[in-house]
């Protein structure tokens, strides 16, 4: 009774206000996760190497793995680019389409016995803690297979909008994949975290001026704002709260 009569409405009132007052001006909650796909929800990023492997020995000299941690998340051209560039091969603008869609249709090959079972650990049970969270979530992929592998796998409808590679001009590092997404999702940038395995998907979402959770290793995804090996090894109450501390709002 008598803390009620000091502070009217009641104390927890006047905590709530008083954490209201010790938020930085304009502080706007995490509202939404935008997700990349090859590397993060399935691990299609096996599949782009061995097809991409195939085309270089099409054409005479071999890549490596590590080589191929610079064609993550880079589009389908820019990465035939890089690659012949790798091998110092140079080509017709027509040859280069005609290897493009030859090693998309071996990699149409490796991804059509995809099912839900691709599906990376820990990936469904994120994405249940979300909706329960009421975030929403876009997908922000450059591939423009994106749409087909989800049906896949059975997540076509797990997102409340998708940006593929055929709804953008420029691929990562570029952000327009993720301003998009958060564009779509109806939230600023600073609303949204974005995850990504790739080196030029995380500068993408730094770009954007988004949260950048990396899959993978914290030695290679070094601008990440966190690195961790799977969606397994992450809540989203343990995010947001790492998040609020980042920012110093933890109260
Ligand atoms: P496609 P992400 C990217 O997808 C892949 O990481 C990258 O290796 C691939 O070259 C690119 O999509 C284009 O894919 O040939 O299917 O259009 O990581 O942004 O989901
Ligand atoms: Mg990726």
């Known amino acids: 009774m008598g803390w009620q009569r000091c502070y009217p409405g ?8 008083l954490c209201e007052l010790i938020q930085p001006v304009n502080y706007m909650p995490i509202s939404g996760f935008l997700f990349d796909l ?3 929800i399935v691990d299609t990023a096996v599949f782009h190497y061995q097809a991409w492997r195939r085309m270089a020995n099409e054409v005479g000299f071999d890549i490596s793995h590590e080589f191929n941690e610079t064609l993550k ?3 389908r051209m820019d990465s035939i680019n890089l690659i012949l560039a790798h091998g110092n091969v140079s080509l017709t603008e027509n040859r280069k389409l005609a ?11 490796l991804v059509s016995h995809m099912t839900p079972d691709d599906i990376l650990p820990g990936v469904t049970g994120f994405f249940h803690q979300l909706n329960q969270a009421g975030i929403k979530c876009a997908l922000g992929s450059v591939s423009k297979n994106a749409g087909l592998i989800l049906k896949r796998i059975g997540m076509l409808d797990d997102f409340d909008a998708i940006i593929d ?4 001009t420029n691929g990562k590092p570029d952000p327009e994949v993720f301003l998009k997404g958060a564009a779509e999702l ?3 940038p600073v609303q949204c975290v974005v995850f990504e395995d790739a080196v030029a998907g ?3 979402a730094k770009r954007g001026g988004m949260f950048a959770v990396g899959i993978g290793s914290p030695d290679v995804l070094t601008q990440a704002d966190l ?5 397994e090894h992450l809540t989203v109450t343990e995010l947001l709260t790492a998040i609020d501390r980042a920012q110093g709002i933890g109260y």
Do not use: M, R, T
Not at 10 to 17: A, E, Q, S
Not at 227 to 231: K, Q, T
């Open 73 to 75: 998340g880079v589009s």
């Open 165 to 168: 590679g055929n709804k953008i």
């Open 38 to 40: 090859d590397g993060v």
């Open 10 to 17: 009641g104390f927890l009132v006047w905590v709530v206000l």
């Open 99 to 109: 290897l493009a869609a030859q090693k998309n249709e071996w990699y149409l090959e």
């Open 202 to 204: 995380i500068e993408a």
């Open 227 to 231: 690195a961790i090996p799977s969606l």
């Open 186 to 188: 109806g939230l600023e």
